[in-house]
């Protein structure tokens, strides 16, 4: 039996004893706010294709993407990121359909902004959705090297037109080295001074892409991504491609992927001023997705508290495939 001294003066069960005062004491809090939505563009209207390995995720034409859009903003998310689905036979080694302006992708993203201009539409800048090669960068054909100075060309040229299409937010996720510099110079020279530029700082070479490689169609056709994307093992690293991306003039930084990289989020928060994203990608949706399916885990429940948690470490904006889910939750 406890006596009286036995007993705690210092309970920090009283801070959880009731709903109420478990919300007035909680450090960190989701919003719609926190959340942008991926989402897959196929080329033709009226597509509405699922994707196997993304239970509930699909790849919209165009006119079906602006009735999602539509349907977001509704709910409360402020930003969409797209992601083109770009037909083989518009594929080459040179990534040519990349530079079409007239294409599919800078038209919808103009289609967006000009059907609802306060939605933030965030783009992608990398080679694989639109090379035969599959890799965020040129091949050479002889070794099989990724060529960093000859793929920025091709970058800013990118950055130009999804910034005339009216982008707020341009995403760079190839990781060529210098190419945060060599876009912010390009929007410069062309005056797009207000357009955004969130680095895809800390991208690791991870295991947790494959499903976003099945939707876009864009795994690599040879090797890997290992001598561009980021060793899993390093942190420091990660330091360093912040420092030089804020030299360069990003706006925002990003860590992907999101759930197996907490400490790499909560580092460069603690280090850098700028804001920082984490990417909820492909894999850890699908992965919850299937625990749910088979009754393993509560899905609603899991993809709350893996939220909560990007939050937690030190992220100040979250892109989710689970966006539109949690706004409809928040």
Same mark, same amino acid.
């Given at each position: 039996?406890?006596?009286?001294?036995?007993?705690?003066?210092?309970?920090?069960?009283?801070?959880?004893?009731?709903?109420?005062?478990?919300?007035?004491?909680?450090?960190?809090?989701?919003?719609?706010?926190?959340?942008?939505?991926?989402?897959?563009?196929?080329?033709?209207?009226?597509?509405?294709?699922?994707?196997?390995?993304?239970?509930?995720?699909?790849?919209?034409?165009?006119?079906?993407?602006?009735?999602?859009?539509?349907?977001?903003?509704?709910?409360?998310?402020?930003?969409?990121?797209?992601?083109?689905?770009?037909?083989?036979?518009?594929?080459?080694?040179?990534?040519?359909?990349?530079?079409?302006?007239?294409?599919?992708?800078?038209?919808?993203?103009?289609?967006?902004?000009?059907?609802?201009?306060?939605?933030?539409?965030?783009?992608?800048?990398?080679?694989?959705?639109?090379?035969?090669?599959?890799?965020?960068?040129?091949?050479?054909?002889?070794?099989?090297?990724?060529?960093?100075?000859?793929?920025?060309?091709?970058?800013? &040229? $990118?950055?130009?037109?999804?910034? !005339? *299409? /009216? #982008? +707020?937010?341009?995403?760079?996720?190839?990781?060529?080295?210098?190419?945060?510099?060599?876009?912010?110079?390009?929007?410069?020279?062309?005056?797009?001074?207000?357009?955004?530029?969130?680095?895809?700082?800390?991208?690791?070479?991870?295991?947790?892409?494959?499903?976003?490689?099945?939707?876009?169609?864009?795994?690599?056709?040879?090797?890997?991504?290992?001598?561009?994307?980021?060793?899993?093992?390093?942190?420091?690293?990660?330091?360093?491609?912040?420092?030089?991306?804020?030299?360069?003039?990003?706006?925002?930084?990003?860590?992907?992927?999101?759930?197996?990289?907490?400490?790499?989020?909560?580092?460069?928060?603690?280090?850098?001023?700028?804001?920082?994203?984490?990417?909820?990608?492909?894999?850890?949706?699908?992965?919850?997705?299937?625990?749910?399916?088979?009754?393993?885990?509560?899905?609603?429940?899991?993809?709350? &508290? $893996?939220?909560?948690?990007?939050? !937690? *470490? /030190? #992220? +100040?904006?979250?892109?989710?495939?689970?966006?539109?889910?949690?706004?409809?939750?928040?």
């Amino acid at each position: 039996m406890m006596t009286e001294f036995d007993r705690p003066h210092i309970r920090p069960r009283r801070n959880r004893k009731s709903a109420g005062i478990r919300a007035m004491v909680q450090e960190n809090t989701l919003t719609k706010n926190d959340l942008i939505m991926p989402l897959f563009l196929a080329g033709k209207n009226g597509a509405k294709e699922a994707i196997k390995s993304m239970p509930g995720q699909f790849r919209f034409g165009p006119d079906l993407l602006l009735k999602e859009v539509k349907e977001l903003h509704a709910l409360g998310i402020n930003c969409v990121c797209l992601f083109p689905a770009v037909e083989d036979r518009k594929k080459d080694s040179k990534a040519s359909e990349a530079m079409n302006a007239h294409g599919f992708y800078p038209k919808a993203i103009n289609m967006i902004k000009n059907e609802l201009p306060e939605m933030q539409v965030m783009t992608d800048i990398a080679l694989d959705p639109y090379s035969s090669d599959g890799h965020d960068g040129l091949v050479d054909r002889k070794t099989g090297r990724i060529l960093n100075d000859e793929t920025l060309d091709i970058l800013a &040229e $990118m950055a130009i037109i999804q910034a !005339r *299409a /009216g #982008a +707020d937010i341009l995403g760079p996720s190839d990781m060529m080295d210098g190419r945060v510099g060599v876009i912010r110079q390009a929007l410069d020279a062309e005056g797009f001074y207000e357009t955004s530029v969130m680095s895809y700082t800390a991208k690791y070479a991870s295991a947790f892409y494959g499903p976003f490689r099945d939707a876009l169609e864009s795994a690599p056709k040879k090797g890997d991504k290992k001598t561009y994307q980021m060793n899993p093992a390093n942190v420091k690293e990660a330091l360093l491609e912040a420092e030089l991306d804020t030299e360069e003039g990003a706006d925002m930084l990003m860590v992907k992927p999101g759930l197996p990289y907490l400490d790499v989020i909560s580092a460069l928060s603690d280090e850098s001023l700028l804001p920082i994203a984490a990417y909820n990608v492909s894999g850890e949706y699908a992965m919850i997705k299937a625990a749910a399916a088979n009754g393993w885990i509560d899905g609603e429940k899991a993809m709350m &508290e $893996m939220l909560l948690s990007f939050k !937690r *470490a /030190g #992220a +100040d904006m979250i892109l989710s495939y689970f966006s539109k889910e949690a706004a409809s939750i928040l």
